[in-house]
């Protein structure tokens, strides 16, 4: 839900963000009003002095919610269900389901994004240096070996068929948005013909009823060769 009131949730990121699409949709699964505020990261909006004021990391995306301000996209996503009180499902309060879904976020930062993210999707829009064939193999293996088993037992844990169970939680969102932007950015990497991946994809996007409100032209326009191509920006 998009709106123009001051008061209301303010999103800096972009609409194609791997890192901000997570985030825009646990407000807009969890009907939280915002207004997404574009940062153009091929410009360098994250690297001017207003935004570097507000978050010294200068990275996206970054809320402002009534004056509190924060950033990391998964502690955002966090905060957000316990602020506005989402259904438990969104980030459960038993402990083991919360420990379940932290693990799973987990995996996520830690090994699927360095793995699958920066070496497939990041060197297609200019993040990060193109992959030496090796490393490629190396990622592939990792998802095969480590990354896919461990989802799997993640989403057996919850009763699945997706890691919040019947419904997803906020662990679904960042691993279904990473394997839909990287297949497709990357529709001839291992990812896109990973038939457990996409697989998983389709059963979380069925429990999405407001999937079309983030995933908008401006994502999907992210898809084409030419589109959204920054320069490399060493990290």
Request: aromatic content about 12%.
């Amino acid at each position: 839900v998009v709106t123009n009131m001051s008061s209301v949730l303010k999103i800096y990121g972009e609409p194609f963000s791997v890192s901000t699409l997570p985030v825009l949709m646990t407000a807009a699964e969890g009907g939280i009003p915002y207004e997404l505020i574009e940062v153009p990261l091929e410009q360098g909006g994250q690297l001017t002095p207003e935004y570097r004021k507000m978050n010294p990391m200068h990275c996206v995306p970054t809320i402002d919610d009534g004056g509190f301000v924060m950033w990391e996209a998964r502690a955002i996503s966090k905060y957000l269900c316990g602020q506005y009180n989402l259904p438990d499902h969104f980030y459960p309060k038993d402990v083991k389901k919360r420990a379940v879904c932290d693990m799973a976020l987990d995996l996520h930062q830690g090994v699927f994004y360095p793995n699958i993210t920066f070496k497939v999707l990041y060197p297609a829009c200019g993040f990060a240096h193109k992959p030496k064939e090796e490393e490629i193999e190396r990622s592939k293996k990792a998802l095969d070996e480590d990354i896919w088993p461990a989802l799997q037992k993640f989403i057996a844990m919850g009763d699945g068929p997706l890691l919040g169970g019947e419904n997803p939680n906020v662990a679904d969102f960042f691993f279904a948005l990473h394997i839909y932007m990287i297949a497709g950015r990357c529709p001839d990497s291992f990812v896109a013909s990973h038939a457990g991946l996409t697989g998983y994809l389709a059963a979380v996007k069925a429990k999405c009823p407001r999937w079309g409100e983030y995933i908008t032209a401006g994502a999907e326009e992210f898809f084409s060769p030419s589109g959204h191509v920054c320069p490399f920006v060493p990290h």
